[in-house]
């Protein structure tokens, strides 16, 4: 069942929102535009009260924004005039009898009661029963016209678009679209979008999301927007957490009401789309499932889209097509209206960990556990360059390349790619296959990187390490600049926070620890 609304019934509601502020020239503008008219009245039984009490400003005033038909205002302009006279108000009487529209149209069709009324107005008395025919009074005429003018309008609450307005925004809250206790954006329909702050350095440990240690965390990620961190785990459960205080988010109404987004085996991959309203998840058997994360509701699934675990996930920048990468060697791209594989691209020898666009759409950059780091036309599924990464350089010929765990795009520079591989090394390569930078730590024995991403404003680089430390390199001078005890146990990988100087870090004893 769809509910159609009417164009004019919009109209309507802006006019009353004008009318009410006060704003009479944009009022009578919108009006003539229109062609819409606004005969409503916040009270039907004030404004006939208004009448028969002969409260005449308020009516006036009330009728300054309505559309009467010429008749009824000629009766209540000749009643109002009647009763002017009898209060010896005589130059308002004169005033409104010969400058008013209705008494110009009392004149040209009814020109004997236009006449009476110069006769009264000529009078040095008043008398009822001249002014007014047999059987008739100055209460019985109030009436009359109240009956009359009441027909003409309808009431309606005052501050209808408003209050549409706040029920819509407290249905949208109650379903977890809008995010309760924050700002919001109404023209937007979003919330504001986020200020980055400038890079800093993580000082302490905020928050703390605990799993058990079988049911882990595999990969956790932060929307675009700021508004949610999302994890997902080894038992296929995939959570949006408050990433301040490491609780559920149970504003979302599916959270709330424990029912989860969940897949059938472990949730190894997450990526949001730029709009940061859309989820993909990749799982250990190789599915694909697009949620609304909003509602938790399944927008799209791709049931076979890898033969294996599928290890990567990354939107185009226009959102309609998904990247993954899997351990079954291939990348491919999914198109998310059609539900089919639009493309695959082959060449890695071995299991392909991560695959990301390009700033501009037009590479794809993938990492191997064959060592190598590939970079690929989106169009065509050539490619143009492979590049091995061996003790901080470009692997020589006949090196055995460590295997590629991260790659994330540099935000001071959309040719720049960062890379980490099992290897005490980080790398900042361009998309022409160029070694830029490589960072390691000043150790006698530095220990082997297992992920790596980049601060918001890319001022710093952060690396996880086996031995469960980060180590936070300046992107510049590709030197450590410190380094952070998170873990206990091995770290499995990192995210950080799109504006903020947050970084959640997830490892294999069961807690995802938030730094800031």
């Known amino acids: 069942m769809s509910l159609e609304i009417e164009?004019?019934?919009?109209?309507?509601?802006?006019?009353?929102?004008?009318?009410?502020?006060?704003?009479?020239?944009?009022?009578?503008?919108?009006?003539?535009?229109?062609?819409?008219?606004?005969?409503?009245?916040?009270?039907?039984?004030?404004?006939?009260?208004?009448?028969?009490?002969?409260?005449?400003?308020?009516?006036?005033?009330?009728?300054?924004?309505?559309?009467?038909?010429?008749?009824?205002?000629?009766?209540?302009?000749?009643?109002?005039?009647?009763?002017?006279?009898?209060?010896?108000?005589?130059?308002?009487?004169?005033?409104?009898?010969?400058?008013?529209?209705?008494?110009?149209?009392?004149?040209?069709?009814?020109?004997?009661?236009?006449?009476?009324?110069?006769?009264?107005?000529?009078?040095?008395?008043?008398?009822?029963?001249?002014?007014?025919p047999t059987g008739t009074t100055k209460e019985k005429r109030r009436k009359a016209i109240a009956d009359a003018l009441c027909v003409e309008v309808a009431a309606v609450p005052p501050s209808r678009l408003m209050t549409i307005i706040g029920q819509s925004i407290k249905w949208q809250t109650s379903q977890g679209i809008i995010k309760a206790d924050t700002e919001f954006d109404l023209f937007k329909g979003s919330a504001p979008a986020v200020q980055v702050e400038e890079d800093a350095l993580p000082a302490q440990s905020i928050a703390t999301i605990k799993f058990p240690r079988k049911q882990h965390a595999e990969v956790a990620v932060f929307s675009p927007d700021g508004q949610f961190l999302v994890t997902g785990t080894v038992d296929g459960l995939i959570e949006v957490w408050n990433y301040t205080t490491g609780k559920l988010r149970k504003d979302l109404k599916y959270q709330a009401e424990d029912a989860m987004m969940l897949m059938d085996s472990a949730v190894l991959s997450l990526a949001f789309n730029r709009d940061s309203d859309l989820l993909a998840s990749g799982s250990q058997d190789g599915k694909i499932t697009v949620w609304k994360i909003h509602t938790g509701q399944v927008l799209r699934r791709f049931p076979t889209a890898h033969n294996q675990g599928v290890t990567s996930l990354c939107f185009s920048r226009d959102g309609s097509q998904v990247l993954s990468a899997s351990f079954d060697t291939t990348i491919r791209l999914h198109g998310l209206k059609s539900g089919k594989t639009l493309k695959e691209f082959r060449g890695h020898t071995s299991f392909v960990n991560k695959a990301i666009f390009s700033a501009d759409g037009g590479r794809v950059i993938s990492g191997s556990s064959d060592g190598t780091v590939k970079i690929w036309d989106t169009k065509s599924a050539d490619c143009l360059t492979t590049i091995g990464l061996y003790e901080g350089k470009v692997a020589p010929l006949g090196a055995q390349s460590p295997t590629i765990t991260a790659l994330a795009l540099t935000p001071k520079n959309d040719n720049h790619i960062l890379v980490s591989n099992q290897s005490p090394f980080l790398y900042i390569i361009s998309l022409k296959g160029q070694v830029v930078k490589s960072m390691t730590v000043e150790d006698a024995k530095p220990p082997d990187m297992t992920s790596a991403v980049v601060s918001s404003k890319g001022e710093f680089v952060y690396g996880s390490a086996e031995n469960g430390r980060v180590y936070v390199f300046g992107t510049l001078s590709g030197k450590p600049v410190t380094s952070l005890p998170v873990s206990k146990t091995e770290i499995i990988g990192l995210a950080h926070h799109p504006a903020s100087n947050i970084l959640a870090v997830y490892a294999d004893d069961g807690l995802v620890h938030i730094w800031k």
């Open 7 to 132: 164009s004019a019934d919009v109209v309507r509601l802006i006019l009353q929102f004008l009318k009410e502020n006060n704003l009479l020239r944009s009022l009578a503008t919108l009006q003539d535009e229109t062609n819409v008219s606004f005969n409503t009245v916040d009270n039907a039984d004030a404004f006939k009260a208004d009448i028969c009490a002969g409260r005449w400003d308020a009516v006036l005033k009330t009728l300054s924004a309505l559309s009467v038909s010429p008749k009824k205002l000629v009766d209540l302009y000749e009643q109002i005039i009647l009763e002017l006279i009898e209060q010896r108000e005589l130059v308002a009487a004169r005033s409104l009898l010969r400058q008013t529209d209705p008494s110009q149209i009392l004149k040209d069709i009814y020109p004997d009661r236009y006449l009476h009324l110069e006769a009264l107005l000529s009078r040095t008395f008043f008398d009822p029963n001249e002014a007014y």
